[in-house]
């Protein structure tokens, strides 16, 4: 049998029921079933020679018996029997059984201690319970038998004391299984209004309102003539007096550079060594194949050194003096920065213009006439969606000429609308319905609003959760697995060297 095929037989026990499941331990006490058994068997074990004779380990002071061992052993020899011609007479089998039961021994001490700590606990009322009433092993016509019991259990060489004793170690472990698997899968509710909302899918149609999208409408014709109304033109005046700034473009240099980098343990000495062989080098070489050679700044590199143009403030100041201060076409000297020591090389400068107001005029008028659109449209569709007038709405779209754009069928597990990727017009989409399909107001997201409505709503097939059921058990087996190593590595565990070696 495979270690996969095993973990799957596991798995599948232990995610049928959340209640305690009698049946399931008892097989897995008297028949052989294993927890974890490969999860859990690489864990090597500690010896130290020094347990008694009639001891196979012991786990923080808690003595698991050599008996116990023997009948682990025989329980999981037995279970893999059937998988290996009825007997298994391999040495390295064997060994390797011997391993796993105490491993799966040590492991069950572990999880049962800690599960006392946490006040987990299985009461005498429990186990009477289960062993009288959940498992038919002992019972004859539905009736719990005393003899029944004893002689099944003599059957398998145990002791009423000590079934009882191991159900309630397993009791307490199953418990801490099912806190695994409440804490890190899903439950089926949510698992199931997952797939109903996955069901549920919309298409919704939104237009964008705001300047920067009517401005897209207005022709330079259109602008000019508007130049033409005093009170409009006034206002542009007057906004190119009070923005001065936008029309102002500050001195730019347009630069390559050369970079070693010093810093985070670097050889400064080197680093400027470096620099001054690759001075030498340019002397007869091009500056951009150099650059691309040789330069440690990873971003201007793979462009042969070009950094574009950029205006005082972008740079650091001794990168930035350098540069302004090189004449266009040469290469300054060697320029010691916090990031490590530059060559430049300046390729073109620009002087500081100021946009005259007749070049920028025109701009501006397009820029105001979009604003006041943009306040009118926005308003008078404000109207309109707060009556539900759908076909006005359509018809004063299209006279304003923008346009409506689809999102595309999206399922109601999304978190924002796809094409505009926002969340307030997801939320605003959920209160649609054929029966109300428009918004009845504008959704505001950043500097725009959009007019919102249905295109069509449906429902489609859920598809069933296995594989998600199958990743639930298996982050849910991993977390166990993890606690348990956790455990083990602050344990006092002692084991008896001679069972693993014995022949």
């Given amino acids: 049998m495979s270690q996969q095929s095993f973990i799957k037989q596991v798995k599948a026990a232990m995610a049928g029921n959340r209640a305690i499941n009698g049946k399931a331990i008892l097989a897995m006490i008297i028949f ?29 002071g808690e003595i698991i018996t050599l008996k116990q061992f023997q009948e682990q052993e025989n329980r999981i020899a037995n279970y893999y029997a059937q998988f290996f011609g009825g007997k298994i007479d391999n040495e390295f089998q064997k060994k390797q059984i011997r391993s796993e039961a105490l491993n799966e021994l040590i492991n069950n001490s572990l999880s049962a201690q800690a599960a006392e700590r946490e006040k987990i606990y299985a009461t005498d009322a429990e186990l009477k319970k289960i062993i009288m009433e959940d498992l038919p092993y002992f019972k004859k016509d539905g009736v719990f038998q005393s003899d029944l ?49 996955k069901s549920k899918q919309m298409n919704v149609a939104f237009v964008k309102i705001n300047a920067d999208e009517i401005k897209k409408l207005i022709t330079p014709e259109s602008a000019a003539k508007n130049l033409t109304d005093p009170a409009f033109a006034q206002k542009v005046q007057d906004y190119y007096n009070n923005q001065k700034g936008e029309f102002e473009t500050p001195e730019q240099v347009k630069a390559s550079h050369i970079l070693i980098r010093t810093g985070e343990g670097a050889d400064e000495a080197l680093a400027k060594a470096k620099m001054e062989n690759i001075v030498q080098r340019l002397k007869k070489e091009d500056f951009g194949k150099v650059a691309g050679e040789v330069s440690e700044d990873p971003g201007s590199k793979t462009k042969k050194g070009d950094l574009g143009y950029f205006a005082k403030g972008r740079m650091v100041k001794e990168f ?39 070049a920028a005029k025109n701009g501006i008028a397009a820029k105001i006439q979009a604003e006041e659109a943009n306040t009118a449209i926005a308003k008078h569709l404000e109207e309109l969606v707060a009556k539900g007038a759908v076909a006005a709405v359509n018809e004063y779209i299209n006279k304003s000429s923008l346009r409506w754009t689809e999102s595309g ?72 697995s993890k606690w348990i190593s956790g455990l083990r590595k602050s344990a006092k565990v002692s084991t008896n060297d001679a069972l693993l070696s014995q022949q």
Avoid: C, W
């Avoid at 399909?437 to 859920?462: F, H, I, N, T």
């Fill in 32 to 60: 052989g079933m294993i927890i974890l058994t490969f999860v859990l068997s690489d864990y090597s074990t500690r010896g130290n020679g020094t347990l008694g004779v009639g001891a196979a380990a012991e786990v923080n």
């Fill in 149 to 197: 019991y004893k002689n099944l259990l003599m059957a398998n060489k145990l002791t009423p004391g000590e079934f009882e004793k191991d159900l309630r170690a397993q009791t307490k472990t199953q418990r801490i299984r099912q806190l695994f698997e409440l804490g890190l899968s899903s439950s089926r509710i949510e698992k199931d209004l997952e797939a109903e909302l």
């Fill in 320 to 358: 930035e003096e350098a540069a302004f201060n090189t004449p266009v076409g040469k290469v300054s000297e060697i320029v010691k920065t916090p990031f490590g020591f530059h060559i430049i090389k300046v390729a073109d400068k620009k002087p500081a213009q100021t946009t005259s107001f007749e």
């Fill in 409 to 480: 069928y999206f399922d109601l597990t999304q978190d924002v609308l796809p094409q505009v990727n926002s969340e307030a017009l997801f939320k605003a989409s959920l209160e649609l319905s054929k029966a109300n399909p428009l918004a009845k107001v504008l959704v505001r997201e950043g500097d725009a609003q959009y007019v919102l409505k249905l295109v069509d709503a449906k429902s489609v097939a859920s598809t069933a959760p296995a594989k998600e059921d199958a990743a639930a058990n298996q982050k849910s087996l991993s977390g166990y």
